[in-house]
């Protein structure tokens, strides 16, 4: 069912294994064109453009696009209580932890009279993108809204696509977890269109245009994302979810099938990978694939899923060899089950969130763990961050300095704007000291 690649025997460059690494056969481009018809469609015809598409892709044409506060008041009356408790108690963790993500302002020093002051603001308005496609995503409703509040947002909006199954209203359970959150501004709108919307406003609707995008979505709201990128702020080109798990011998192999499975339910293009030194837990590993891929509930999702090229067990020679692989795939979820897994983390560089051990499955973190789950997919968590607090914030330096402090720096800044051919650079220092 799962591929594998074996790799022992060989010592890749790090460009040899970026080209290794399995990938889902993903092209955002393609959807490119696509995302911006439906864009172009809702700035020039607004809220029935969105209503169309609506009838269109999500197959149910809803009877209001803007959710009235009594529906989400009443979302949050009906909603099941141990689901109430856990959503609490989910927004009360990742509270916790998005709060110790807030820099402090700082002041820096650099003479008599000559400060700057780095201070951090946030952003305005943010528009929240939750998906309603495979799944339902309360979850992501916190994760998204809870740092934004904890950095200071004051004006946000919620986008979901309008559900069938419910009269063309955004799903109760995302509805009641805004609720709970206090978001009154809520829009049944999905797709590319939802973020078109959120991105340059619908007046007929109320919709004022957003400064930032936040959330995950389909291949088309990536590409959408990308498109209406510098007119507004996106988090990430969101893509499929990720697992990597670097285990040894000691390893249990059903707990590992058991994550890998965890996240392959996800989505059909879901990658779930194993890094091993030890070929009898990858023999192990595989067959437990084999039956809890049989057994569980979207047993056909799973096993696309498992069976695609993004998917593989990889056998390298060593541990150094297993952080080097998993360091180029630079994966959205990595799980260390080692030996020690704290030594194993000093050799890794590259991961959107890391799972220490045995009992640190990424469903915790999905959940609970009070982590952020919204993290960077496709490698680019070599380069960026998962969504925190400082998402939401802006550094800004104040600079303050007195004419004494000026004029200490007077010779310096003269002489590098006349090297630069910008006299007047010059001459605006000299305006101030010779008054």
């Known amino acids: 069912m799962i591929q594998t690649l074996d790799l022992r025997g060989t010592r890749p460059t790090r460009a040899e294994l970026a080209a290794l690494v399995p990938r889902a056969r993903i092209d955002v481009t393609a959807a490119t ?26 197959r149910v044409r809803p009877g209001v696009l803007r959710v009235d506060p009594a529906s989400i008041t009443a979302a949050v009356e ?51 993108y939750v998906p309603g496609g495979k799944a339902v995503y309360p979850s992501s409703v916190v994760m998204n809204v809870v740092p934004a509040q904890v950095a200071g947002v004051r004006s946000v909006v919620l986008a979901s696509p309008p559900q069938a199954a419910y009269d063309g209203g955004v799903h109760p359970v995302i509805l009641a977890a805004a609720g709970i959150l ?24 109320g919709l004022d245009p957003v ?26 080109e969101a893509g499929p979810t990720e697992i990597v798990v670097i285990a040894d011998a000691g390893a249990d192999a059903h707990l590992v099938a058991a994550d890998l499975v965890s996240q392959a339910e996800h989505d059909e293009l879901a990658a779930a990978v194993l890094v091993t030194y030890d070929a009898g837990l990858a023999d192990a590993v595989g067959a437990e694939l084999e039956q ?33 692989f998993s360091n180029a795939y630079g994966p959205e979820h990595l799980e260390l089950h080692t030996a020690d897994p704290g030594a194993t983390l000093d050799l890794i560089d590259n991961a959107g969130a890391i799972f220490l051990g045995p009992d640190a499955p990424v469903s915790l973190g999905d959940y609970l763990a009070g982590s952020n789950h919204v993290l960077p997919t496709g490698g680019q968590a070599r380069f960026s961050a998962g969504l925190g607090a400082a998402t939401f914030l802006r550094s800004q330096q104040v600079i303050r300095y007195d004419r004494d402090a000026l ?3 007077r010779g310096g800044i003269r002489a590098l704007s006349d090297a630069e051919d910008l006299p007047a650079h010059g001459d605006a220092v000299d305006a101030r000291i010779g008054r």
């Open 407 to 409: 004029s200490e720096v």
């Open 211 to 236: 400064d930032l995008i936040t959330g995950p979505g389909n291949v088309y709201v990536a590409a959408a994302k990308r498109l209406v990128r510098g007119d507004v702020g996106i988090d990430a």
């Open 292 to 324: 809890l891929a049989a057994a569980t509930r979207h047993s056909d999702r799973v096993r696309e899923a498992m069976s695609g090229p993004q998917s593989a067990i990889v056998l390298v020679d060593d541990e150094a060899a297993a952080a080097a």
């Open 33 to 58: 064109q696509t995302a911006a018809t439906l864009i172009a469609e809702v700035r020039e015809r607004g809220a029935e453009a969105l209503l169309d598409q609506a009838e269109r892709l999500d």
């Open 78 to 128: 009906e909603l099941d209580p141990v689901i109430r408790a856990a959503l609490d108690e989910a927004i009360r963790r990742v509270r916790a932890a998005s709060e110790a993500q807030v820099p402090l302002a700082r002041v820096t020093e650099l003479g008599t009279g000559a400060q700057v002051v780095q201070r951090w603001q946030p952003v305005g308005r943010v528009g929240f």
């Open 182 to 205: 206090g978001v009154e501004e809520v829009y049944a709108m999905g797709g590319a269109g939802a973020i078109g919307a959120l991105a340059y406003g619908v007046p007929e609707l």
